[in-house]
């Protein structure tokens, strides 16, 4: 079974940073992809970000230029800089792991609260 487990959300106020960490536990393939989901109060869930293992990543046209998904395949991390949050970027994040081909399987961690006070 895979674990994820998020951590690094907080409370921060408009500008500010913070960064967000995400270890797979496991029996973890390593053709994957990785990536940040968030979902905000009465809204879908939406891809904020994501990186294949070769490290090629794709934003969200609404955090490009202000986050940035990084990961270190050795420890099976992901991470997520977020800089000069803005109080729509509030929202619960949540870390996503999928196996690519040949192997199958995709995953989802408990999420983690990021507030941006205004």
């Known amino acids: 079974q895979v674990q994820l487990v998020e951590s690094g959300g907080g409370l921060v106020q408009a500008g500010g940073s913070l960064r967000l960490s995400c270890a797979a536990s496991?029996?973890?393939?390593?053709?994957?992809?990785m990536a940040w989901y968030r979902q905000a109060p009465g809204k879908q869930r939406e891809l904020v970000a994501g990186?294949?293992?070769?490290?090629?990543?794709n934003y969200a046209d609404s955090v490009k230029g202000r986050f940035t998904i990084s990961r270190d395949n050795a420890k099976n991390t992901v991470f997520l800089q977020m800089n000069s949050l803005k109080s729509e970027d509030t929202a619960v994040y949540f870390c996503y792991l999928r196996f690519e081909s040949p192997y199958y399987g995709s995953f989802w961690g408990q999420g983690t609260q990021v507030t941006v006070s205004s």
């Open positions: 990186i294949i293992s070769g490290g090629v990543s």
């Open positions: 496991g029996n973890i393939f390593s053709r994957n992809t």
